[in-house]
């Protein structure tokens, strides 16, 4: 069955601090990787496109990794800020019919 | 550049009501999706238009949700009759040729 899962569910850490979210998949094959920011009250709003065959891309503070080995992706965040409290998902591409496979996302909150 | 817009923003009905929600997509996007996305999920596709055609309702519950797009430009999502697990955020999203769609603020529907 495809899917994505995400890890952790929900995070708090202090502002700026650095944190990592985790995305293991296995939708197979996959044409893209993306990650979406999704304020409360707000639709998602893109953070980076990765193809299956990049290992990492960078927007501003945040950097995603690709393992395509693995099926594992990361979303790092450098010096958090704390507008960046907000739901980060994972979705995949499948390769097959174009359809998205959305993780549920993991809840960051940032404290001052 | 104009986003994605929606409306109503929110939507209080009862069960058996019927509710409807608009999109109009940034202009010159072909492709237009409706997503539904429950408290603590991630988005689910409801159905995908290329132009006023469409390309994807499978997840669609089909014997009370319908939406049209009849001139290639906006879309209308109706519900009828509703029911409590209906109650969730309506999103819409658009996209041009490449794989980034860009997202509307959401109609939180409450069916009580």
């Known amino acids: 069955k495809n899917q994505v899962e995400q890890s952790p569910q929900s995070l708090i850490i202090l502002e700026g601090k650095n944190c990592t979210l985790q995305?293991?998949?296995?939708?197979?094959?996959?044409?893209?990787l993306r990650w979406y920011k999704q304020d409360t009250g707000r639709g998602p709003v893109s953070l980076t496109i990765m193809t299956f065959s990049e290992n990492t891309k960078s927007n501003g503070r945040y950097t995603a990794t690709l393992d395509a080995d693995t099926k594992q992706s990361s979303l790092h965040i450098t010096a958090s800020q704390l507008s960046d409290s907000a739901s980060y998902i994972c979705?995949?591409?499948?390769?097959?019919?174009?359809?998205?496979?959305w993780g549920a996302g993991t809840k960051l909150i940032i404290k001052p | 550049e104009a986003g994605v817009a929606q409306s109503p923003r929110y939507k209080i009905i009862e069960k058996r009501q019927s509710v409807a929600f608009w999109c109009n997509p940034i202009s010159g996007h072909a492709t237009l999706y409706w997503y539904q996305q429950i408290l603590g999920q991630g988005p689910k596709l409801l159905i995908q238009?290329?132009?006023?055609?469409?390309?994807?309702d499978s997840q669609l519950p089909k014997d009370r949700f319908s939406a049209e797009r009849l001139k290639g430009v906006d879309s209308t999502l109706k519900i009828q009759p509703a029911k409590l697990e209906d109650s969730a955020v309506y999103l819409c999203?658009?996209?041009?040729?490449?794989?980034?769609?860009?997202f509307g603020p959401g109609t939180r529907l409450t069916v009580l």
């Open positions: 238009f290329q132009n006023n055609g469409v390309v994807d």
């Open positions: 999203a658009s996209s041009s040729d490449l794989p980034e769609q860009f």
């Open positions: 995305c293991n998949y296995t939708v197979s094959p996959f044409s893209n």
């Open positions: 979705v995949v591409d499948m390769d097959s019919n174009y359809q998205l496979i």
